[in-house]
């Protein structure tokens, strides 16, 4: 009788990063389009709408930070994809509660933009906003040494390449403690703070392209 089951194929390691890569992508492009949707102006603006259009700068400020920030966190994740040869379970599992942290991004979004202006709840709401940020961060971070001490990036790639992504995906672990404690006294600070961290993150300094070992660029994290 012939065993229908094929052998598995030689060299073969791990799991392959395309669907994990395809559903994160898909996580991170819903997280931001459910932002926009909380940006609504009240149904009895009728009278006033261009003023109450102009009232709504919280939810622009709170939507402008978050896009901002979800964005450098793609950026991350496509450039730590882009390393692995191949995945493994412990690996996807991670990811999975990186974007159970992403997807719930939305949320502290609108709590901080309803509740700016309002003395203790406002504080109470950057708080929240700049722990959600905080752990995204850090288990981004927790993702790649993952990659790193379970020798899943491919093996051409150079100790600078690593050393380079590791350094960028760290600055945020220490910025966001300082805006955390700054937004207990004033929460605006600490949101701008937080832009300019994601800003920091996005924007294509100089020295911020990381050298590809296959010939080209990786985006920038």
């Known amino acids: 009788m012939t065993n229908d089951i094929p052998p598995p194929r030689p060299g ?74 191949h995945t493994d379970v412990g690996f996807v599992r991670l990811n999975l509660l990186l974007l159970l942290v992403i997807a719930f991004l939305p949320f502290p979004t609108r709590l901080f933009a309803d509740y700016i202006g309002k003395d203790s709840p406002e504080r109470v709401a950057a708080t929240i906003y700049g722990l959600s940020l905080l752990l995204a961060s850090t288990l981004l971070l927790v993702l790649w040494r993952y990659a790193l001490r379970h020798r899943l990036v491919r093996p051409d790639a150079a100790d600078t390449e690593v050393q380079f992504l590791t350094k960028r995906l760290t600055p945020g672990l220490a910025a966001y403690p300082v805006f955390i404690i700054a937004g207990l006294f004033i929460p605006v600070v600490a949101i701008i703070g937080y832009l300019g961290i994601a800003l920091y993150d996005i924007i294509p300094f100089p020295w911020g392209s990381i050298p590809s070992g296959r010939g080209r660029r990786l985006p920038q994290p």
């Open 12 to 85: 073969r390691r791990g799991l392959r990063t395309g669907r994990l890569e395809a559903f994160s992508d898909g996580v991170f492009a819903i997280a931001i389009t459910l932002l926009v949707l909380d940006i609504a102006v009240p149904a009895s603006a009728e009278a006033h709408l261009l003023r109450s259009v102009a009232d709504l700068w919280p939810s622009y400020l709170a939507y402008v930070v978050s896009v901002s920030t979800i964005g450098a966190m793609w950026l991350g994740h496509v450039a730590i994809t882009e390393y692995l040869e």
